[in-house]
């Protein structure tokens, strides 16, 4: 009777964890030097590898930069006019490791129509089992396909504690990204072994409404994902208004979403509001990662992409947000 009980108890304690909603609040902030100088820019992707203390930063143009002496987010604006990218082919949009086996993953996204830079108009999910990658041991979680729409390919990745796979589209795959279509679909990739089932689909309901007055982003847009733990994701949303009548402001808010059968359900209040909940306007938020944390709250650190072209004055800006 005793062990039925205490088996009860721990199954109601894990069904709380699992349903608490996170909220967070803002903690510090710091912006790198900007345009022509240093190297933190175009940055789309930030994720922290436990196992070597190692922050990893990448670029949309192919820009990749290791870190073993990050102490706080004013450390990336020290290192920001010293440090040197490793160069590679890949316009990234996320990467991620899997704590399990160190297994390294990232997503790509190229443009949606050829350049003199870039001829590949594709977007995809690569992985190896180690890190440095070796480059004849590449596979295909989600093999090259074309960019449902234009500029809104694969942006977010997450991976739980059990090694599996999450990953959402910008604004939905082919036939879900135009404005009137607020559902789009997650996939997940349980983890077998060395390899992965095929992918489950969940339903999400985006917001369309945020942007009207941005050419591409009155879609809506998901910019990164975390696993909070194997039911639970944090989903970054946000999209960018310009153009006439736009008011040329990011608009962004964090939502906590829960697996219920086949469809990811928002929180009924955002976990982080950008544009409530900060004394400055948030940049083109692109980034996002746990942050290493002694104390038990969780830490959240974010970055943007401050995009291409001298005239537009964006800089990259790092925000850390803090659970309350």
Known sequence: MRIALLILFAS????????QSLQFTFLDSTVVAPKPIGQLHGISAIEYFPAKKQWHVASDRGGYFVFDSI?????FEKWDK???????????????????????????????????ENRDTTTYVSYFDTYPPKLQNMRYLISPIPLPADNKGIES??????????????????????????????????KLGTGYQPPKSFSYLIDRSGCPFGPTEKRGGIAEILSVNES????????????????????????????KGSH?????????????????????????????????????????????????????QFILLEEK
């Open 264 to 316: 990811l359900k928002k929180d009924p209040e955002p976990a982080f509001d950008f544009n409530k909940n900060l004394s400055f306007d948030p940049d083109n938020l692109e980034g996002m990662s746990w942050w290493p944390s002694d104390n038990g709250k969780r830490k959240l650190i974010l970055v943007t992409d401050d995009n291409p072209g001298l005239k537009n004055k964006q800089r990259t």
């Open 157 to 190: 990745m997450a991976i739980s504690d059990s090694g599996s796979v999450w990953i959402a589209p910008e604004a939905g795959w082919a036939g879900e990204t135009e404005v009137g279509q607020d559902t789009i679909h997650f996939l997940k990739f349980q």
């Open 71 to 75: 102490k706080t987010i004013r450390d």
């Open 82 to 116: 010293i440090v040197m990218p490793k160069l590679t082919n890949y316009w990234f949009e996320s990467v991620r490791f899997d704590k399990t086996d160190g297994r390294f993953l990232y997503a790509v996204e190229n443009d949606y129509d050829p350049i003199w």
């Open 12 to 19: 109601l304690c894990a069904r709380f964890t699992e349903a």
């Open 232 to 259: 639970q994701l944090l989903v970054l949303e946000r999209c960018y208004n310009n153009g006439e009548g736009g008011d040329n402001k990011i608009k962004a808010k964090l939502w906590q979403v829960t697996v």
